[in-house]
Nanobody, 122 residues
Framework: VQLQASGGGLVQAGDSLRLSCVAS????????VGWFRQAPGKEREFVAA????????TYAHAVVGRFTISRDNTKNTVYLQMLSLRPEDTAVYYC????????????????WGKGTQVTVSS
């Protein structure tokens, strides 16, 4: 499976962005999908994940209330709506596939996508 993230960019603090992750080569059905991010000089960290049905989601504490993950399995696409962006959200964002939201949150990733850069200026 190939995952392609897009939608990143340069924004100001308080702005919004929506990231998309499109899968090809294999559908998203029956797998959980998540977003991770890696800031310069820091380790990659979990951001959010959704179950295959979309009925279960989980978020990192730092983004609760600001980020929303959703998916459209008919389009093989997962979204990350990011509101009220902060400079500390600056990172390369990656989408990833795993067995469940909990295993993704634990860092158990089966496939990684290429990242998209998000830069938030103060």
């Amino acid at each position: 499976v190939q995952l392609q993230a897009s939608g990143g960019g340069l924004v100001q603090a308080g702005d919004s962005l929506r990231l998309s992750c499109v899968a090809s080569g294999r559908t998203f059905t029956r797998v959980a999908v998540g977003w991770f991010r890696q800031a310069p000089g820091k380790e990659r960290e979990f951001v959010a994940a959704t179950s295959w049905s979309g009925s279960r989601t989980t978020y990192a504490h730092a983004v609760v209330g600001r980020f929303t993950i959703s998916r459209d399995n008919t389009k093989n696409t997962v979204y990350l709506q990011m509101l009220s962006l902060r400079p500390e959200d600056t990172a390369v964002y990656y989408c990833a596939v795993g067995l469940s939201t909990s295993t993704l949150q634990d860092g158990d990733v089966h496939y990684w996508g290429k990242g998209t850069q998000v830069t938030v200026s103060s």
